[in-house]
């Protein structure tokens, strides 16, 4: 079991380019969400999928876009970065029946700068 | 909203010290409340899961106590220790499976 797979774990972009950030489980998990961490503002909900094929926006959902063709992968794409996308990204995921004994497991992260 | 808040920022502590650490959540309509352990430059480690219907869980020198009707949850770690210098996370969850997290309590464990 590799849990929650993250990649890559760093990126540098320019202004006004584009990106995956690729997020896999191998847990069969239905539930997979992003959130980003940014110091003094806590770890933000970006967009979660409640299975695949079903995805809703989080908190600060704009100036990204996500799809869940498989119950194992949740790209998160940034169609045209801006500098206020500097930001560590994880991605999540749990199962999504009895949500009260959800455990929710975390991947490393990606460490992303835009210039 | 649902705003969850840990106060102080930081803390330090001697190595063989009892501390406890807070949590504060302004809605009480929640599933569970999770316990993270972030180390530096890392992912999230859940350390403990209490479910609403829960008073408390324990895991080894970890014990989350939860008050839902008070909004407030504490971590209790005893005989504290180098290695459990991080910073632990408090979250909330709620419909959805969306979780609120707090900011964050950095502890430093002196040796």
């Known amino acids: 079991n590799a849990g929650v797979t993250q990649t890559p774990k760093f990126q540098v972009l320019k202004t006004g380019q584009s990106m995956t950030l690729q997020c896999a489980q191998d847990m069969n998990h239905e539930y997979m969400s992003w959130y980003r961490q940014d110091p003094g503002m806590g770890l933000r909900l970006i967009h979660y999928?409640?299975?695949?094929?079903?995805?809703d926006q989080g908190e600060v959902p704009n100036g990204y876009n996500v799809s869940r063709s498989t119950t194992e992968d949740f790209p998160l794409r940034l169609l045209s970065a801006a500098p206020s996308q500097t930001s560590v990204y994880f991605c999540?995921?749990?199962?999504?029946?009895?949500?009260?004994?959800?455990?929710?497991?975390f991947g490393a992260g990606t460490r992303l700068s835009v210039l | 909203k649902q705003e969850v808040t840990q106060i102080p920022a930081a803390l330090s502590v001697p190595e063989g010290e009892n501390l406890v650490l807070n949590c504060s959540f302004t809605d009480s309509a929640i599933y569970n409340l999770q316990w993270f352990r972030q180390d530096p430059g890392k992912g999230l480690t859940s350390l403990l899961l209490?479910?609403?219907?829960?008073r408390e869980q324990t895991s080894g020198r970890l014990n989350a106590s939860l008050d839902k009707s008070s909004g407030r949850s504490t971590l209790y770690i005893a005989a504290s220790q180098p290695g459990d210098s991080a910073t632990y996370l408090c979250?909330?969850?709620?419909?959805?499976?969306?979780?609120?997290f707090g900011k964050g309590i950095t502890l430093s464990v002196r040796p």
């Open positions: 999540a995921s749990s199962y999504d029946r009895g949500v009260a004994k959800n455990i929710q497991y």
């Open positions: 209490i479910q609403s219907s829960q």
């Open positions: 979250a909330v969850c709620g419909a959805n499976s969306k979780l609120t």
């Open positions: 999928s409640v299975g695949a094929g079903i995805t």
